[in-house]
């Protein structure tokens, strides 16, 4: 069974600090994983990744494939409030439907 | 571009009533459509998902259903709903295997169970 792991639960931290978000996966025929940010609603996009050590940056946000060790991080520098949401990652399995299984999530909260 | 949208946003529904949640895709033919729930504070499970009109398979036991009457419609339905029902309902879309697996959410239903 495909399981995903994120760590931690929650963080709380303060303006202009630097996080760093953990995702570990166990996927059967991994082909990628994906990162959501969760606010009041919806999960919104942020990053596909698919290879090893290349990573994705967005802004203060960038994020990094370690598909040996089967891990993923999800940084943010000089966070601000508005970085405050749940951090959501998830990896799609083979079957037809391309179900994505997600990881429990990171509650993040940015204090000012 | 493509648009999903999600009805009611909000719901407040006595326990043993019908439940009845509509989701509809814009801007895409033949997605692949799927139903979470995510209780508070919690990751997001996978109740159903669907790969074309009609075709709908179950992730986990429960008294709810889903209907694909529609190419781009995904509706999740109870004929009782239970206090457990209660949570965050959200709708998400996919284009299929590759570089278009990544799935898109609605805007997400809040239903509370009394």
């Known amino acids: 069974e495909d399981k995903v792991v994120q760590s931690p639960l929650s963080l709380v931290v303060h303006e202009g600090d630097t996080v760093t978000l953990n995702c570990s996966y166990e996927?059967?025929?991994?082909?990628?994983l994906l990162w959501y940010k969760q606010e009041k609603k919806a999960p919104t996009f942020l990053f596909m990744l698919?290879?090893?050590?290349i990573e994705k940056k967005s802004g203060r946000l960038s994020s990094i494939l370690d598909k040996k060790e089967l891990f993923s991080i999800l940084n943010i520098t000089a966070t601000q409030t508005g970085d405050s949401a749940i951090y959501l990652c998830a990896a799609p399995n083979n079957n037809a439907g391309n179900m994505l299984t997600f990881g429990g999530g990171t509650r993040l909260m940015v204090k000012p | 571009s493509q648009t999903i949208h999600q009805w009611p946003a909000t719901l407040v529904q006595p326990v043993g009533s019908p439940l009845s949640l509509e989701c509809t895709v814009e801007?895409?033919?033949?997605?692949?459509l799927y139903w979470y729930r995510q209780a508070a504070g919690r990751g997001l499970q996978l109740l159903f998902y669907s790969v074309g009109i009609g075709q709908i398979s179950s992730e986990v036991p429960q008294n709810l259903s889903a209907s694909r009457p529609q190419d781009r419609q995904f509706i999740l339905s109870s004929k009782k709903l239970l206090l457990s029902d209660s949570g965050f309902y959200l709708c998400?879309?996919?284009?299929?295997?590759?570089?278009?697996?990544?799935?898109?959410f609605g805007p997400g239903t809040r239903l509370l169970v009394l």
């Open positions: 801007g895409t033919s033949n997605p692949n």
């Open positions: 698919t290879s090893s050590g």
């Open positions: 996927v059967t025929n991994f082909r990628s």
């Open positions: 998400a879309w996919s284009k299929g295997w590759g570089i278009q697996e990544t799935q898109y």
